[in-house]
């Protein structure tokens, strides 16, 4: 949790760039799921010591706690991406001019866009067949337990979620990136 709140603290004094509004909006999000982390190490904790103190264990602790870890992790992408943090092979891309950069980054940005639009397509597919009987009725899918909460469906709608959001994320910073001004600086004599 403490890293999550470093992050959110560089990114309020603009050490860390967020492009657009959306990514604003996304990275903002942190605090909300540090907390959630919060929750799961207290859950955890609650499990623990119902179990081994008052040999009372829950039903639900592990499938909560378990839930709560998933939707943080599945959340990690818009954010990573929002923050500029995700994975790129730096060797290549700090060798190159900033016109190189920008054409690095349209390409990844259209490449993305391809891989993102592919796994919507998936997790439509699959969060309808989480979320709708073969006959159309909705009918939330459990995790099969005694207890039998819904979360594999919540997951799954997650996962949609997180694509569509990483998409539209992709087509902001390839407008961003299209529109970048990578013309050298003109002195006031109008010289390079």
């Known amino acids: 949790m403490a890293d999550i709140l470093e992050l959110e603290e560089r990114a309020e004094s603009g050490e860390i760039e967020t492009r657009s509004g959306l990514d604003r909006a996304v990275a903002g999000s942190t605090k909300f799921f540090a907390w959630a982390i919060f929750l799961a190490f207290l859950v955890t904790v609650f499990e623990v010591i119902?179990?081994?103190?008052?040999?009372?264990?829950?039903?639900?602790?592990h499938e909560s706690t378990t839930f709560l870890i998933a939707a943080i992790f599945?959340?990690?992408?818009?954010?990573?991406?929002?923050?500029?943090?995700?994975?790129?092979?730096r060797m290549f891309?700090?060798?190159?001019?900033?016109?190189g950069r920008r054409w690095l980054d349209i390409v990844?940005?259209?490449?993305?866009?391809?891989f993102f639009a592919g796994?919507?397509?998936a997790g439509w597919i699959m969060?309808?067949?989480?979320?709708?009987?073969?006959?159309?009725e909705i009918h939330l899918e459990g995790t099969g337990t005694s207890w039998n909460p819904p979360t594999p469906a919540l997951l799954k709608m997650l996962v949609l979620i997180c694509v569509?959001?990483?998409?539209?994320?992709t087509v902001m910073h390839l407008i961003a990136a299209l529109r970048r001004d990578v013309s050298p600086p003109t002195d006031s004599s109008g010289e390079n």
């Open 50 to 61: 119902s179990r081994y103190v008052f040999d009372a264990p829950t039903f639900w602790a």
């Open 74 to 89: 599945l959340v990690g992408g818009p954010i990573a991406l929002a923050r500029d943090r995700h994975i790129r092979v």
């Open 93 to 99: 891309y700090d060798t190159v001019s900033p016109a």
């Open 108 to 114: 990844n940005s259209a490449i993305a866009l391809v």
């Open 119 to 121: 796994l919507a397509y």
């Open 127 to 136: 969060s309808w067949k989480a979320t709708h009987t073969p006959t159309g």
């Open 164 to 169: 569509v959001v990483m998409f539209a994320q």
